[in-house]
């Protein structure tokens, strides 16, 4: 059975993407153009260095060196403006039922996610104490679908990658746990997350049935 579990943030535990969402805009419209909502669901799961690329793509901008790293730090401050204002009123529904149930169990909980601002959200909404390990933007190099993320998280838990299940909302999150050889929890729409092992809209469809099968 599954020994460790390892959670995403944004997307399954909290729903940073709206703030994502209100930072990057704020950059494109300063640049003089629209960053809509669509345009935002190619950033989900996405490196912020990648983002701006996307977004620069988007505008039809190039950049200097310097103005690029001026851009990426004037979002995440813009970003951390929103972030500051967050509180366990933020959880996604049902999430604590689930990381409460697993760790009454005495099983081990990871944080796999790209934000370099994982630690901060995580206390922010007083979910910090749940996680044995965060593995997060500062500690990876390979964005998902590569499986780095996770396989770091399934070692520093001490847990082989095949004892491990993910939650994913995102499908290149869906794919580097399917890369690492783990079990694939899908949260969110199952049309775009089909490759994954499990499906749910969210942690209220999940039961406690549904883990003790998986953990036994
Ligand atoms: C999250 C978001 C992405 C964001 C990335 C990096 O991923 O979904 O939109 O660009 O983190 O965030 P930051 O700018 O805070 O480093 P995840 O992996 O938690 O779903
Ligand atoms: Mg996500």
């Given at each position: 059975g599954v020994k460790a579990f390892i959670f995403d943030l944004?997307?399954?535990?909290?729903?940073?993407a709206k703030y994502h969402y209100l930072a990057w805009k704020n950059l494109a419209n300063q640049l003089g153009f629209e960053f809509t909502l669509e345009q935002n669901e190619?950033?989900?799961?996405?490196?912020r260095r990648r983002c701006l690329e996307i977004l620069l793509d988007i505008g039809n901008f190039t950049a200097s060196t310097e103005q690029f790293e001026r851009w990426l730090i004037e979002k995440n401050e813009d970003y951390l403006a929103y972030i500051e204002k967050m509180d366990s009123s933020e959880i996604l529904p049902d999430v604590p039922k689930v990381l409460s149930y697993l760790k009454s169990k005495g099983i081990p909980l990871a944080l796999g996610s790209a934000s370099k601002n994982a630690k901060a959200i995580l206390e922010k909404v007083s979910?910090?104490?749940?996680?044995?390990s965060l593995v997060d933007g500062n500690s990876v190099t390979k964005a998902k679908p590569n499986p780095e993320v996770f396989l770091i998280g399934a070692s520093n838990l001490g847990v082989s990658p095949e004892d491990c299940a993910v939650f994913e909302d995102a499908l290149a999150g869906i794919e580097a746990a399917n890369n690492a050889e783990m079990v694939s929890i899908g949260i969110g729409d199952k049309k775009i997350l089909s490759e994954a092992d499990y499906n749910f809209n969210?942690?209220?469809?999940?039961d406690i049935n549904f883990l003790d099968r998986l953990i036994s």
């Open positions: 944004d997307g399954v535990i909290v729903d940073t190619l950033f989900k799961g996405v490196s979910l910090l104490p749940y996680f044995d969210d942690f209220t469809e999940i």
